[in-house]
């Protein structure tokens, strides 16, 4: 019964990683925001600093700020670096999970700075310390939006000291407290609604992109997909001497089929082509428009022999191999030399 509730607690601030392409969005936006909040919280550490300097212990004053301080540059200097890179899955699960520890962390830290700073001042010296704490909050919260489990640690942390105030403290104290909790329950009511938008619209970017390569009568890669793999195959091939072929297919008397029976018979032909194109397995096949279809095929083949496998598809509709070479139907990348004559 405990352990079940104990797994449920640990979902509750665990990184979602069913989602590639959300992790890798919420790095990005991340990105742009992570080095705002670290500012804010250098600049009112050095604030909260300064102005409680003389009223407690040096000690007190300058080291915790100090290291807070290296801490945030380091980090900030780790974004800096990547901040215009896009990472792979594996990298954004593992930056998102460091931002939970960090926030963690830093919250406990600054948290437990001030809470000391409030137990020996008075009481214009605790509500200023509130004034900071709440000020940060706010800010640390819109700029962790993209991430609601940074968020939710965030308001894990800083409840239970809330709520110690709110119970033990002077009047004007309790107060300030209560007001500071209402923000806190706003900023995180905002910030649930915020994540919400933010997943649906990577959701509808996902499903834009897809579109995008996608043929939408066969299910295929369409012309652009086709486009953008044979650039990565020329690639590959420049860099590492990779063999590939590239064909392409039209279907003779097509045209009657539709003139005959209908598009819609015509538009079965051409997705039963395309299913048969990829269940043969032949390499990747992708659909131009119309009755044309291109196919990639990486490594050495036999070219003659694959053009008769094409060839010899057995399909409802009249069918033909446009070869674009006197002897293949698939001219290879790179060409091979001809060996010289002796």
């Not at 909040?37 to 300058?62: F, K, Q, V």
């Not at 010296?125 to 706010?138: A, E, G, N, P, R």
């Not at 650039?231 to 064909?247: D, K």
């Amino acid at each position: 019964m405990v352990l079940p509730r104990l797994r449920g607690l640990l979902d509750f601030y665990a990184i979602r990683e069913d989602d590639p392409a959300l992790a890798t969005a919420q790095f990005q936006a991340l990105a742009r925001r992570i080095l705002v909040l670290y500012a804010t919280l250098m600049l009112n550490a050095g604030a909260l600093a300064y102005a409680r300097y003389g009223t407690a212990p040096d000690w007190l004053i300058l080291w915790p700020p100090l290291v807070l301080t290296v801490l945030c540059i380091a980090r900030t200097g780790t974004w800096i670096r990547s901040a215009n890179r896009v990472p792979d899955e594996r990298e954004a699960f593992a930056r998102l999970r460091a931002i939970n520890v960090f926030t963690a962390v830093l919250g406990i830290a600054f948290s437990g700075w001030a809470t000391v700073l409030i137990v020996g001042g008075d009481l214009t010296s605790d509500m200023h310390v509130l004034f900071f704490l709440t000020v940060t909050m706010m800010v640390c919260v819109q700029c962790l939006a993209h991430l609601r489990t940074a968020a939710r640690l965030l308001v894990t942390i800083a409840a239970p000291l809330a709520l110690y105030f709110l119970i033990f403290g002077e009047f004007m104290l309790q107060i300030m407290i209560f007001n500071y909790l209402i923000v806190l329950a706003g900023q995180l009511v905002v910030q649930n609604f915020a994540y919400r938008d933010f997943c649906h619209l990577v959701g509808l970017t996902k499903e834009n992109g897809r579109l995008a390569h996608t043929d939408a009568l066969t299910g295929l890669p369409n012309r652009r997909s086709f486009v953008a793999q044979l650039e990565e195959a020329v690639g590959r091939a420049a860099a590492g001497g990779e063999r590939f072929c590239v064909g392409v297919i039209d279907l003779d008397g097509f045209k009657p089929v539709n003139d005959s029976l209908g598009h819609r018979a015509g538009d079965d032909v051409l997705r039963e082509v395309a299913r048969r194109l990829q269940g043969e397995g032949l390499g990747r096949a992708a659909r131009f428009g119309g009755d044309e279809f291109g196919l990639i095929v990486e490594g050495d083949a036999d070219l003659d022999a694959l053009g008769r496998r094409i060839c010899a598809l057995p399909t409802s509709c009249a069918r033909a191999w446009r070869r674009s070479a006197p002897r293949s139907a698939l001219p290879a990348f790179p060409m091979r030399r001809a060996a010289p004559r002796r």
